[in-house]
């Protein structure tokens, strides 16, 4: 099987089955063999098709007679995957586009799809410069939706709160291919030693300009046939994710709460700056996440973390004033790493983020309730959406005089110029990582109602 067979069936199992793309797209891998550049092809292909899937849809439009309702999907996503490789994969021959997407119309389609599609293709081949999109100037949600392949809906809810040239470079930035990072496991390896494993491997990669342990890489083999990381060498951790757990600032011997701890990213990376000393439990709404948590905490080495199945808003009921510090990741909208999960955009709706405040607001008090006095509560999402970040510590620091806000900026493990703000909020097409927010709070004596 071909790349660009591999690549359609992915989209298949992600139109179809509402598979994850990141999920989908590793498993699909692992089943080939395939060169890492029919690897690198067979990821643009399926990130490129589904993140631009209405703009495909679109440009399909001026070449397609028929409604894209009344083709069958596996026939439609071989014509967006055509699509895309010609409009936007410079280096694609356009014989080759037209072509392969002919053959594999031939084995999953018929004689009349297969004249359809060829017809269509060669079509829109003879007139690349065309469509244009719409005028910026006078439409710019339409222009920005359709140029960047975000919904329209986000598009508006951005330009109202950002203005045009935000909302485009934040587009723009979430449209690119972001590099891996790594969180080296200092259990085991210092961050040099890494290095030279990862280059025997392979693999290129540069110390990160966030965190003591991270490693940004920029080429490497498929992660599975990696045996640094079957031996625990490193956890998959994006920079702004692994600055959570230095600004909890954990301590040997502690007792922490990592309340919604899957997959376990933070849970491990705690354990490892406790140095494997004390307590890190991890809770999680669901047992198959918590298998997870306890998979990557094997495979690092990791004996001080638990696990425990319950929904974050009861914490109270079991560990109340226990904590010495606790973690809220709340569940959110994950509109701040949309860069990494292409099909994310397309599943997310103005209504869940109308509902999330209110549990993340839930949590944190529960959360909160679990912390000692003196002891410390961090709440982070990985969204830009200030409902979710700032809107929710304010509104839990206006009920709850028991706890003060601190200086997040202040607690980075590698300096970076202050921000006047105490809660941290990063943004992809600024800060060159994962949009990610960050406050950190300190219990400064008992709730009036203890």
């Not at 071989?78 to 002919?102: K, T, W």
């Not at 965190?211 to 625990?232: F, I, K, R, W």
């Not at 709404?285 to 905490?297: G, P, T, V, W």
């Not at 909020?425 to 709730?447: C, K, N, Y």
Request: aromatic content about 6%; hydrophobic content about 40%.
């Amino acid at each position: 099987m071909n790349a660009r067979e591999a690549a359609l069936l992915v989209i298949q199992d992600i139109e179809q089955n509402q598979a994850y793309a990141n999920i989908a797209l590793a498993k699909a891998i692992e089943r080939q063999t395939l060169s890492n550049q029919d690897r690198r092809f067979m990821t643009e292909l399926v990130y490129g098709t589904v993140k631009a899937q209405n703009t495909l849809n679109w440009l399909l439009s001026h070449y397609c007679s028929r409604s894209l309702d009344k083709i069958s999907p596996v026939i439609r996503n071989i014509l967006r995957m055509g699509i895309y490789q010609l409009f936007f994969l410079d280096r694609i021959p356009v014989s080759a586009a037209c072509n392969q997407a002919v053959e594999l119309t031939k084995k999953y389609g018929h004689a009349g799809t297969v004249k359809f599609v060829n017809a269509v293709l060669r079509n829109a081949a003879r007139t690349l410069d065309k469509p244009v999109y719409p005028d910026p100037a006078n439409h710019p949600d339409q222009y920005l939706s359709l140029r960047y392949y975000h919904p329209e809906w986000m598009i508006e809810r951005w330009l109202t709160r950002y203005g045009f040239a935000f909302c485009e470079e934040l587009c723009a930035s979430n449209n690119l291919t972001p590099p891996l990072s790594l969180r080296t496991n200092t259990l085991k390896i210092s961050r040099d030693d890494l290095l030279d494993r990862l280059t025997a491997e392979q693999a290129t990669a540069t110390p990160s300009d966030w965190t003591p342990e991270g490693l940004v890489c920029t080429e490497h083999p498929a992660l599975a046939s990696m045996p640094s990381l079957q031996e625990g060498l490193f956890q998959v951790q994006d920079e702004s994710s692994m600055l959570v757990a230095h600004v909890l600032g954990p301590q040997p011997g502690e007792f922490i709460i990592d309340a919604c701890g899957a997959p376990g990213g933070k849970s491990t990376h705690i354990a490892a700056l406790m140095n494997n000393s004390g307590k890190v439990l991890a809770t999680d709404l669901y047992e198959h996440k918590l298998a997870l948590i306890r998979e990557n905490a094997k495979r690092l080495g990791i004996h001080c973390l638990e696990t425990r199945q319950m929904d974050a808003v009861k914490l109270n009921s079991l560990y109340k004033n226990q904590a010495d510090r606790v973690l809220v990741d709340a569940p959110c909208s994950g509109l701040g790493v949309l860069r990494r999960k292409p099909d994310s955009r397309w599943r997310k709706n103005e209504k869940l983020l109308r509902a999330l405040p209110d549990l993340q607001s839930a949590i944190l008090h529960s959360s909160a309730d679990c912390v000692k006095p003196g002891g410390i509560l961090v709440y982070s999402t990985c969204t830009i959406e200030p409902e979710e970040n700032q809107d929710v510590v304010n509104g839990f620091l206006a009920s709850r005089r028991d706890f003060v806000l601190e200086h997040a900026g202040r607690l980075m493990p590698v300096p970076r110029p202050e921000q006047p703000e105490k809660m941290m909020q990063l943004f992809p097409h600024i800060d060159g990582v994962d949009g990610f927010f960050i406050a950190r709070l300190r219990r400064v004596g008992d709730r009036a109602d203890d």
